[in-house]
């Protein structure tokens, strides 16, 4: 598997195209962690179907590594938690993957001083 080892984060892999990179990056033997705001605990405002967990469990039956977490990723605290989690947890990766299909609300308003578009980096520094 060409991704096998690596580490990937998807945000908004809820449904849409984030939940088709999280998906694709899966097969592809990334280790996913699929990131969003709805999960069944708290599903979406607007009455929109899908979770979080939804798509790690479909990757986890396609054979793949996913864990679901809930970040909100217009708030600096959460995005610097999650990635303290992923590199706490993936310290022996040589060269972890970070892959973020970014909301509107992030794209129009950079909140933080990392760059968390397509980047490769050993230690999700910016």
Do not use: W
Request: proline share 4%; with cysteine; charged share 25%.
């Amino acid at each position: 598997m060409p991704l096998s080892g690596q580490v990937a984060v998807v945000a908004g892999a809820t449904r849409g195209a984030g939940r088709g990179i999280a998906l694709a990056l899966g097969e592809a033997g990334a280790a996913v962690y699929c990131t969003g705001r709805s999960t069944r605990d708290n599903p979406s405002p607007y009455k929109r179907p899908a979770t979080i967990e939804e798509t790690a469990e479909m990757i986890a039956t396609a054979g793949g590594r996913a864990v679901a977490i809930r970040v909100d990723h217009t708030l600096e605290s959460e995005v610097q938690a999650l990635f303290e989690r992923v590199d706490k947890e993936h310290k022996s990766t040589a060269q972890p993957l970070a892959h973020i299909c970014e909301t509107a609300q992030r794209s129009r308003s950079a909140r933080s001083s990392r760059s968390f578009h397509c980047t490769r980096s050993s230690r999700f520094e910016s």
